[in-house]
Every structure is written in structure tokens, then in C-alpha cells.
């Protein structure tokens, strides 16, 4: 006897969509029918929110209630939608005085007792209520740091659904979010001053983080491999507004951004352990896809140690990445996109036994089937490749070194940054790693084939892709670019082929 409209956001990956919950109360025998493609999840809402409104000391209509969520033919999934249905059916019952949810959205969870609970993509979901002109969003207290780093929109954190009635029917009022905390300056993480006797390894990490290129890293165990990786992060620039603001919507909708609940502005790091499955890595999972480990490295660093151990299926998986900057789940009900613009790390040991060449008992052939688990597709992809040698004992104790610390190398390469996306700012490009080989090659940008010989040499030989000529012309802009040079010489171009081909120092 009785309709009510409230609006709430679902998610389609990483894209809110405005949903309608709208109620309509007769007569008939009671209880409530749900339709408009809910999820498991979203069908038993009917029960948490019949016992949390009860709970919350108010009477459960006893009437038929039909509850439609519009857009019908867009699936909806999770607990999103209990804080939005409580109180569609709460207005029209006539408990709620009507018109007050006009031009608000509301999300969140409920528990029987009446709390509101947290909830993932909250970002994304104030992200689109925001573009779509919603005035107000209620949300859990939990997430309302987080919503509130969408501009544009009051954003009121709810700890009970009783709190948000009275609020609604004006006894009370709801206090805002919290203050978001200022973004620290300088480098996190381990220091890459910590890195002893590897400077070609240092350099290649400089050179790697300058340029956004991947790394291919190989040697023995205690070379330093996995060292260097883990302090990629700690050279690489804060992440500006949109792409922070891509980096926190991601890790919200995977359910794992941070209590504080602020933008995420240091690029993330994910060293995912070589037994995780296909779905863990590029995402994945019965029901809706979440994002994987190459998704929440957006913007950062995916490290995978011992490289050759991970299924094949997964190496492989990398490559369309690699080159897109997203991911692509296809699946019966639909398709989701998610970004997956990383820099991969690759580090891997010679041979299965790992031991240095005086001990090692692997065959040339056991050696090759080892690393020739890293397809060639994918090592193609890998910018920068080289072998490291064991750190001796007068670099490990030498007095009179001074490696360059984290903050020292960030520094330049923020300068080196810089350079590039002011020279490729007409292309739309800001990364020496993002630019089209064509480009390179018109006759603006083309080196000169004094500066070029080698490479050409190589691609004739057979020995370097065309892809893999495209990469060294990459890695010697980066080089000039570190180095001051407006353009790459002929010193830059052969210290880049010298990372590309694995030669050791």
C-alpha cells in the first residue's frame, strides 16, 4: 500500500552505475521478493535487513514487499545494497518521512544488530554518484575517509541504521568523515644505499624506474636479485591525483585499501609467491572478477621472484598486459576491464640448484629447460635484462663506499621523468617505456646510423627482435635523459644494448 524509491551505486569493475531500489508494499501474504539480477549475496539481504531493522527497535511491515532494483538487466552482487533496501522499505511503510532520501545515495552492509559494516569500492561507487549529481552519500563510518577523497559530494558516515533514521527524520545529526592525513614526502621502503657491490644492478634499477621499463634480473642466490627489487618502489616518484585516484579505487574494489582510508600515493608493490594460480595474478574468481596481483600493482611494481618456478600459464598470461596496460576478464555474464599498467620484475636464478658455478651439478641442458620456462614472448617484454655476478669480499667490507641512497637516486630520476613528458607531451605519452616504436623511427626522433649500428647489426644477425630494437632505442633515451643529453649518443645506445643482452659484468 505503500511505494518508495532510493538510490545506491554497483559496480561493473571498476565503473559505478547508478542502481534504483525501489519498493512497493500491498496486501498479500507477507514477505519479501527481490528482482533485478541480485547475487546470492544481494538475495539474502532480505533476512539481514528484516533483523537489523527489527533489532534497531522498529516494526517489520507486514505486508507483501516487492523490491526491483533498476537497471533489471545489470547483474548486482555483494552487501552493498542492505543499508539502500532497509530504507526504501522503512519509507514505504511510511517510517520514514517521504522525500527525505531524495538526492542521496546510500551504501553499506548491515549486521542483525543494526551496525553498518564496510564495504569494498566505495571510492569507485562516490566516483559515480558524484558524476551523476547526487548531493549526499551515506556510507559506513569505516569508508568515510575514503569517500570523502571524491570532490563534490557531502559525504555522511553511518554507524547504525537506528543513527541514520534519526538522522533522516531530523532528531539527530551525522557527523562527517574524518580528516584526511598529508601524503609523506621522500622515499619508502628499504634504502637502495643497503645495496652493496652491484652497481650495474643499481644502475639498472635507476635507469628501469626513469623510464618506467621492465627488468629482467639473473644470478646466483645472495646476488642481490630480489634486493634491488624490492627497492624498485622506493625510487619511483608519488603518484600525481588520477593516478593515485586509479591506484585506491582498484585496491578498494579488491577489498584491501588500508585503514586510514587516504589516497594511495607511494606505487604499490606486489611480489605475489610463485604458486599463485592464474586468477590470482591477472584476476579472476567464481562470480564477479576481481582485480588480480597485475591490477593492484597499477601504477607500481610487480616483482616475481624466481620466475621460472611459476606455471607457465601464468608467465604467459602476462604478455597481453604487457603491452595493453589493462586486463580484460571475459566471462558468461559479461566482461570487466581492469588497469594493469605495472613494471615487472623478474628475478631468477641459472639453473634449478641455484649453487655458483664451482658446485652447481646441472647439465647445459637442465640449465637451458630451466630458463626456457620464461617463454621468449615474454623476455622480449622485459626492457632491461642482465646477468649479476656473486658480490666479492672487497666490496662487501670496503670502507670508502658511498652508494647513492633511495632519495639521492629518486631524485633523479624525477628530473629524468620530467625531461620525457615534457619532450613527449604533444604524443600523449609521459614514459620513455609507453613510446610507439614507430615514432621513434620518424625523422624527427630517428638517431643517427652512426648511433645505431649495433642494434641494426643485431636485428640483421637475428639476435634482437624488431620489438627488442624499439626497447634499446627506449632505454638510451632514458640513458640520455639521466644523463642531461637532449638526444642519445652513440655511448647511450651501446650501453643500452649492453643491458638488453644479459652481459655481465
Known sequence: MGYARVLSVGLVGLVGRIVEVEADLSAGLPGLTMSGLPDASLSEAKERVRAATVNTGLTWPNRRITVNLLPASMPKHGSVFDLALAVVVLCAAGLVPAGVADGAAFLGELGLDGRVRPVRGVLPAAMAAAGAGIDRLFVPSANGREASLVPGITVRPVDTLAALLDHLRGAADLPGPDPLTAVEDGATGPDLAEVIGQERGRRAVEIAAAGGHNLGLFGPPGAGKTMLAERLPSVLPHLDDAAALEVTAVHSVAGVLPGS???????????????????????????????????????GVLFLDEA???????????????ENGEIMLARANGSIRY?????????????????????????ATVRRRYLGRLSGPLLDRVDLQLDLLPVRAAQLLAD???????????????????????????????????????????????????????PEHLVDRGSLSARGYDRVLRIAWTIADLAGRERPDPGDVAEAVDLRTRTAA
Not at 340 to 362: H, I, K, M, S, Y
Not at 420 to 436: D, E, F, V
Open 400 to 454: 670508502d663506499l658511498h652508494p647513492a641512497s633511495s632519495a639521492e637516486t629518486a631524485e633523479r630520476v624525477a628530473i629524468a621523468r620530467r625531461v620525457a613528458a615534457s619532450r613527449w607531451a604533444r604524443t600523449g605519452h609521459q614514459l620513455n617505456a609507453t613510446i610507439p616504436g614507430a615514432l621513434l623511427r620518424t625523422p624527427r626522433w630517428r638517431l643517427p646510423r652512426t648511433a645505431t649500428r649495433v
Open 308 to 322: 621460472p618456478e611459476f606455471a607457465p600459464m601464468v608467465l604467459n598470461a602476462l604478455r597481453e598486459p604487457l
Open 261 to 299: 582510508g587516504d589516497l594511495l600515493r607511494h606505487p604499490p608493490y606486489q611480489s605475489p609467491h610463485h604458486t599463485s594460480t592464474p586468477a590470482a595474478i591477472v584476476g579472476g574468481g567464481s562470480g564477479t572478477p576481481r582485480p588480480g596481483a597485475i591490477s593492484l600493482a597499477h601504477h
Open 339 to 363: 588497469p594493469a599498467r605495472f613494471q615487472l620484475v623478474l628475478a631468477a636464478n641459472p639453473c634449478p640448484c641455484g649453487e655458483r658455478d664451482g658446485t652447481c651439478l646441472c647439465s
